[in-house]
């Protein structure tokens, strides 16, 4: 093994799971971690993070520097959103041009991305904690692809338009794939694409 030999990771980060190995939290506290999942080298660490209550494509790997790489690039990041209601096409356009949020108290103006209305309903793995169903009224699936990240940026945008957001599911990063992983499904990869 050379020293300058990495190991790389993709998962479907289950609902429920912090993206992160170790918790500053006490011990006893309820939070999942994402070594529950496998038998990971030391030293892994995830790229990006997606918070507690989503779901989908996380990349994992030992090296830091790729980490950062990623992190601080311009490496596009694609997501199926659930939203509450019909979502109107004013709305995805208001989303496309970029909406106005909030970010740690100040108002922040997101970029440009891809936004459209996906025809059919993507299949992804029961959630734990199910989404409210039918008789509370339509949902809609959307897919949003954005090369920033900003803390719960996805949720905060959909909110701006009227669509609160009822399950975000992150399928691709770059060239990474969700493909069809199983919920808490860890597939180690060759190399991270990007």
């Given at each position: 093994?050379?020293?300058?030999?990495?190991r790389h990771f993709k998962i479907y980060k289950p609902y429920g799971y912090l993206s992160q190995?170790?918790?500053?939290?006490?011990?006893?506290?309820?939070?999942?971690?994402?070594?529950?999942?496998?038998?990971?080298?030391?030293?892994?660490?995830?790229?990006?993070?997606?918070?507690?209550?989503?779901?989908?494509?996380?990349?994992?790997?030992?090296?830091?520097?790729?980490?950062?790489k990623v992190t601080a690039g311009n490496s596009e990041k694609e997501y199926y959103v659930q939203?509450?209601?019909?979502?109107?096409?004013?709305?995805?356009?208001?989303?496309?041009?970029?909406?106005?949020?909030?970010?740690?108290?100040?108002?922040?103006?997101?970029?440009?991305?891809?936004?459209?209305?996906?025809?059919?309903?993507?299949?992804?793995?029961?959630?734990?904690?199910?989404?409210?169903?039918?008789?509370?009224?339509?949902?809609?699936?959307?897919?949003?692809?954005?090369?920033?990240?900003?803390?719960?940026?996805?949720?905060?945008?959909?909110?701006?338009?009227?669509?609160?957001?009822?399950?975000?599911?992150?399928?691709?990063?770059?060239?990474?794939?969700?493909?069809?992983?199983?919920?808490?499904?860890?597939?180690?990869?060759?190399?991270?694409?990007?």
């Open positions: 093994m050379t020293p300058d030999y990495h190995f170790i918790t500053n939290q006490r011990k006893g506290g309820k939070h999942k971690l994402l070594g529950e999942l496998g038998d990971f080298p030391e030293g892994t660490m995830s790229i990006g993070r997606l918070d507690k209550d989503s779901e989908g494509l996380l990349l994992l790997t030992t090296n830091g520097k790729l980490s950062t939203v509450d209601g019909d979502i109107s096409e004013e709305a995805i356009a208001k989303l496309h041009k970029g909406v106005e949020i909030g970010i740690q108290g100040k108002k922040y103006q997101t970029k440009e991305c891809k936004v459209f209305k996906l025809n059919v309903t993507p299949e992804f793995p029961e959630r734990s904690k199910p989404i409210r169903d039918e008789r509370h009224g339509p949902t809609s699936w959307i897919s949003i692809t954005l090369i920033e990240g900003k803390f719960r940026q996805v949720k905060k945008m959909t909110a701006a338009v009227g669509f609160a957001t009822l399950r975000l599911v992150r399928v691709r990063i770059a060239n990474e794939k969700l493909d069809n992983l199983d919920s808490g499904e860890v597939r180690e990869i060759e190399r991270v694409s990007f």
